[in-house]
């Protein structure tokens, strides 16, 4: 074991009130949306603390806007797409994008076919011409009960236009993960891939012990899917892309991906372990975490009802130093 990350407390006891239901990071930014309906904007800046040790990060944490009238009800999810500078918000079981450029966050469009919605996903993609230039898309999937409504972003006409037909399910899906031409859907009891296209492939139940499925997006358009204490890695095609599966000490609540490691929420602790080789880097006391999210690389937010803290990772030439005193050659190599 050694030391990935630092942490460091950056939102402590919300006031009176204020629970944290969902939270959504990008760059020095966090959202921090509430049960109530309240919206927190946060920017951590970067600065010195007296009688810290060197090359120790410190941050002063700014609160640059506290919107009380944000929601009449819980704001239940919330994704930053840094790329298009928009907020997509649920809320009141309907879908609205914001204005993430103007501080007042003015809204860009309320798709009010999603009324009833209880979850969403993004999908940003990069295209690149043949003269090589790159160009941007985004897609939206918003799930209301049994069906899945798949939005694109116009941006001549600021406004989400639809793409498909909405695709029929056979359970209330708990969670979708985007992933190439596929949609990752996690049931209650099972987890299945369905192109934008309409056609489902079943998988792998979740497990007897995992109260909701689990699902993380990673690079190359794979997915790290949990199942009880394990969590297996697929393409977007459902094929195992890895060998084994990464088993934590118990069942993840919430799973991010920060290579090198995959960093799971547990009951009492957030674990953080490798894709490869096999081993237990670091755990982590933090009590009641019951959500994770990235910002940047090296920059992971998680959260509790009350509190937010930032796992901020150690510098790599650090972490390396660690790894050859301890003989981990192939995690200081992939990291090197």
């Not at 209301?144 to 972003?153: D, I, M, P, R, S």
């Amino acid at each position: 074991m050694h030391e990935a990350y630092e942490i460091i407390p950056i939102v402590q006891k919300l006031p009176p009130g204020l629970s944290i239901e969902t939270i959504s990071a990008y760059d020095d930014y966090l959202l921090v949306g509430t049960k109530s309906g309240t919206l927190l904007l946060y920017q951590l800046v970067p600065s010195v603390k007296p009688g810290a040790k060197p090359g120790s990060p410190h941050y002063e944490v700014k609160l640059l806007k506290s919107n009380k009238a944000f929601s009449k009800k819980s704001i239940t999810q919330l994704q930053v797409i840094p790329e298009f500078q928009m907020l997509i918000c649920l809320a009141d079981s309907i879908v609205t994008a914001f204005d993430l450029s103007q501080f007042n966050l003015q809204t860009i469009a309320t798709l009010p076919k999603t009324k009833g919605a209880h979850y969403f996903t993004v999908s940003v993609q990069k295209h690149k011409s043949l003269t090589g230039d790159v160009k941007l898309s985004f897609r939206l999937c918003v799930a209301v009960k049994k069906k899945l409504q798949l939005y694109y972003w116009k941006s001549k006409d600021k406004n989400f236009l639809e793409f498909s037909q909405d695709l029929s399910l056979r359970d209330i899906p708990r969670t979708i993960v985007w992933c190439g031409e596929s949609l990752c859907i996690g049931y209650k009891a099972e987890y299945s891939l369905m192109k934008v296209t309409g056609d489902p492939k079943d998988l792998f139940p979740t497990g007897g012990k995992q109260q909701e499925p689990l699902v993380a997006l990673l690079p190359n358009n794979q997915l790290a899917v949990g199942s009880d204490e394990q969590t297996i890695l697929i393409d977007s095609e459902g094929n195992p892309t890895l060998k084994y599966s990464i088993k934590w000490s118990e069942v993840p609540i919430a799973l991010v991906h920060d290579s090198p490691y995959l960093i799971a929420v547990l009951p009492n602790s957030v674990e953080v372990r490798p894709i490869e080789p096999r081993i237990h880097v670091q755990s982590i006391d933090l009590q009641k975490t019951k959500t994770i999210v990235t910002s940047k690389r090296g920059w992971i937010f998680a959260a509790s009802n009350s509190d937010v803290w930032l796992l901020h990772a150690v510098n790599f030439p650090e972490q390396i130093t660690q790894l050859l005193s301890q003989k981990q050659f192939e995690l200081a190599l992939h990291m090197a």
